[in-house]
């Protein structure tokens, strides 16, 4: 009878703490997606403002080369079209390589902090 006792006892201990087991390991992956969470919300946040900044940036650096442009081109209006031309050739190139320049490199960027 005593060791019934004992039997059962040491089982509820055993249950307890596997349930506590379970519990912990379940907290532990909540934390882990929220710290996932945070490291991509970060990153699309600063990603976000240097769009915003580069996008501003090369704002002020088109009109600076038209006014650069306009004494060697005759025209303001050529050098405008100049600088559209220079635009779209980028575009092109960008669109041409969206593979090596965007795809891939977003790929490896959520590979390594996802799965690690």
Do not use: C
Request: charged share 15%; proline share 2%; no cysteine.
């Amino acid at each position: 009878m005593l060791t019934d006792d004992k039997g059962t006892e040491y089982l509820s201990e055993l249950l307890k703490g596997f349930k506590r087991y379970l519990l912990l390991h379940a907290e532990y992956a909540k934390l882990s997606v929220v710290a996932q969470l945070t490291k991509l919300l970060s990153v699309l946040i600063l990603i976000i403002v240097l769009i915003i900044g580069g996008t501003v940036t090369l704002f002020y650096l088109s009109f600076s080369l038209v006014y650069m442009l306009e004494p060697l081109t005759g025209g303001r209006a050529s050098a405008f079209a100049v600088v559209a031309g220079i635009w779209l050739l980028l575009v092109i190139i960008v669109v041409t390589f969206r593979n090596a320049l965007i795809v891939k490199p977003i790929f490896r960027f959520l590979a390594r902090h996802l799965l690690n």
